[in-house]
């Protein structure tokens, strides 16, 4: 299990762009449909106040990003 958790969409290409991101610099996260995972849909939108809106990408502090762009990503990976 990694620490990082990217939940989000095949069809979506703002997590499909998040997941090369991060596979690009080598960092292990663990992926997780929420189209087809239930729980994983509920707790997102839990962190979004009812919304679903992805890539939802959270570390184990609590800690989470939505929808963030290459730059923001970057900069929470080198906090």
Same mark, same amino acid.
């Given at each position: ?7 989000? $969409? ?9 997941? $090369?991101?991060?596979d690009a610099k ?21 962190l979004q106040n009812g919304e679903r809106?992805?890539? =939802? ?16 990503? =970057? ?5």
């Open positions: 299990m990694s620490d990082l958790t990217v939940y989000g $969409a095949g069809w979506c290409p703002d997590v499909e762009r998040s997941r $090369a991101l991060l080598g960092i292990e996260y663990d992926y997780i449909d929420v189209e087809a995972n239930t729980t994983a849909e509920k707790t997102v939108r839990a809106r992805i890539p =939802t990408i959270v570390w184990p502090d609590g800690t989470h990003l939505v929808e963030p762009s290459d730059h923001e990503l =970057t900069t929470h990976l080198n906090r």
